[in-house]
């Protein structure tokens, strides 16, 4: 005799999916229906009179010069810091996943920075890249004004890029190395045996191999430089010179919290998110293509 | 064993039932009180607490520093729409604007009334009161920490160029800077061009030469007031500042670029700052062995007559919706304070002033002023009290202030990087600023300011 307990197919998967639905729903979808809804209002700090504006909040964003150059200031800062992050970790992952002598104290000392709290972080960064303290001091010394990060709009977006490639080397490093390493050391010795150099191994078999790693991280590189940025930017920079290093994030902090401009900010998240969709959007599709999954 | 873990258990909870047991009546009131300054000011905060706590048995304060004053305002704001707010709260000068159309407040004149205490409000230095009155004179929250910008200036590197007195004019300023420069000295001058230092370099200097920063008297007769910077003297003083930085007379010091203006100060570095006077004591704690240093107010371009300058800092506001019994302990907290004795705890252990001239007063009598690390405060007094209050010079009261103030930091270093002239930028920071003056209005329709 058989004793089960029967559902239809949708009760038992409803059931299942109803704890995490009712998770998304009160972390995502309501806050973010709640921001879609005050970026149509202008929301008076304290609460009390809301006034219906419609989309007045995004005209006059997107008619404000200085939300332009926050714009382009993310997307100088997302396409160097996400180049620069993946080249170097992408580097330093190929040599390590040689076979050296010391190589697993190069993936401890590698892994570490993605450990170290932004703060932290942006903290021994402005250290070292203060134009009268530290290592910057010297340089200057030698070249006076060459580093001035507290005028030069391009010396203060070069500070905060090092600080936040500085730390996700670290996380590419991980995944780069994981993807190498699962490669079949059979391919490569084959190739190694008919004679072909490490750089041509390296475009022949280990590239094509890891394309979906790169894929994966190219995208997640390019989201974390919009949204985890914010950190950096407060301490490094707070958003200056003249504007320089005012990314969106920071922006939207900025007119949100310190202004409290709460619609304005909501608007432009909003505004932050659906170029954060675009962006993924446009990836999936055209560099998608080029991945080889196995 | 167990046997003794019994015994220990009954006897600590005869103890405390014998404590509840006690009489119900002793059971002080609770409420909170938050505030945003830190380090060595929040440990004295924590004392000023404690030593109202012990000063009677109705009332418990419970004090809670929130970091700094922007995040005060927002926690507080947010505990507010919850519903959760403290009895009484710190919001910095610049707040005020924002505070008093929040409709969250009880107004501190009234609570003393309500609960009995007279207070004589004229006995407030008028400068210090009108920046947190209405219109109409009624104070809405208490002055808590006062202070004033003044001139730091190295007397050695002075009596190198053959000065024993601070200048006057930014004529002379002009001329010293250049001695001192001439002199040997790499930076005569350290300034300063983040949006915080708009109230030294733009609010303060504007009231000094009664100069108005926006129409309607800066703010207080409407919210339809806009930003005029552009077109008073401001410009001139920032087109001399830029003209002393790019002949090597001043230099930018800022935390972001390894070392602020008052450390700069401190160790010999530059010559000249204008800081609060709330720096007065950090200076005199960390300055280089043997150096000899003054303070001076602020100086002023020849032929200007000098008014009072602007009060800086926070007060005290109460807000709304809490029980009669934590009003009582917030009005037994504000009256406290209030108290000359308690001013004197308060200005020796921070750099800020009296806020009353009793208190003032008081601390003079008991030769404060004359007692060495404390020498020079009393300028303070002296530039705040230098005038009757204009109608320009009682304070400002624009909204949102917080970005304004972050909108002129953009302009000035965009001045200073050359991307901008003078007026240019100036002129940017006007139509930014009123920009945001136009939002507040908008988010505010039919208010005007109490």
Redesign the interface.
Known sequence: MEKRVTFGRWTIGILFAVPQLILIFTFFYWPAGQAVYWSLT????????N?W?GLDNFR?ILA?A?YWNSITASLTFAAISTGLAMVIALVLATLTDRQLAGSRLYRVVLIWPYGIAAPALALAF??IL?????FM?AVNKFWPGFWD?????ADAMASVIIAFSWKYVGYNFIFFLAALQAIPRSLIEAAAMDGSGVVRRFWDIQFPLITPTIFFLLVINITESFQDSFGIVDI???G????ATNLMVYKIY??G?????YS?AAAQSIILMLLIILLTIVQFRFIERRVHYR | MTIIKRGLAALAAGALSSALAAPASAEPVKFDFWFGLSGDLARVVDTLCKNFNASQSDYEVVCTSQGNY?AT??NT?AA??AGKQPTVVQVYDVGTA?MML???YKPADKLMEENGYKIDYSDYFPGIARYYATSKGEMLSFPFNSSTALMYWNKDAFAKIGKTEAPKTWEDVGADLKALKDAGYDCPMAINI?GNESWQLMEQFSAIHNQPIATKNNGYDGLDARLEVNKTKFVQYVTDLKKWYDAGLIK?K?K????DMVQAFATGTCQVIMSSVGDHGTVGKTKKEGMNWDVAELPVYAGTERKNSLVGGASLWVLSGKSDAEYKGAAAFLNFIHDPKTALFWSTNTGYIPVTKSGFEYMKSSGFYDKAPYKGREVAIASLTASEPTEITRGIRLG?F??IR?EF???M??I??N?ESVQDGIDALVK?GD??LD?FQ????NKTLP
């Open positions: 202008l929301q008076q700090p304290w609460g009390g009179g006034i504006v006059s404000n200085d402005r250290f203060a134009p009268e303290a530290g001091a990060p507290g005028l030069d709009g490094m920079t707070s200056g010179p003249a504007n900025s007119d919290f310190r202004g409290l401009d304005g | 922007d305002l927002q704001i507010f729409r924002t929040s409709g969250a983040s930018i800022s972001d670029l390894g070392q949102n917080t970005q972050a930091g953009t302009q270093q965009a200073f990087a991307k930014n920009a945001i939002r908008q988010t505010y329709p």
